[in-house]
């Protein structure tokens, strides 16, 4: 048995049938480009490209060592919360891109404008005298 090998046969070029999703592909690609069907060539990308990556997640061997619960938790909430901090960076930005304030920024342009204000009335007593 080889280094490629599984469960007795071996294919290190893939699995089989995986290049033949390239040809929907490359059709939608050739119409999204051509202007042709856009509805179709959305269609056909997006099929292909999400078949390609359940056959390659399909193809994915994983063993995991033994570990104690412990480690797993630790695992676990790690994870999390990355995933967690990930998706709050993410919430920080609207549909064009641009930056969403924040609270803690509200709150510093709400004092900003205070002092603003503060600094008028200070100018207006100070022109009374």
């Given at each position: ?23 929907p ?29 359940v ?56 004092l ?18």
């Amino acid at each position: 048995m080889g280094y490629w090998s599984r469960g007795g046969w071996a294919m290190p070029w893939g699995t089989p049938g995986m290049g033949l999703l390239m040809l929907p592909l490359g059709i939608g690609v050739c119409l999204l480009f051509a202007g042709y069907n856009r509805r179709w060539a959305n269609l056909l990308i997006w099929a292909s490209l999400s078949a390609l990556l359940v056959g390659v997640l399909n193809s994915l061997r994983m063993s995991f060592m033994p570990t104690s619960l412990w480690q797993l938790a630790v695992y676990v909430v790690m994870i999390a919360a990355g995933g967690g901090l990930m998706f709050r960076g993410l919430r920080a930005y609207d549909d064009d891109g641009k930056t969403v304030m924040t609270r803690g920024e509200a709150s510093q342009e709400e004092l900003r404008r205070e002092i603003e204000e503060l600094k008028a009335r200070l100018d207006q007593r100070s022109t009374e005298r």
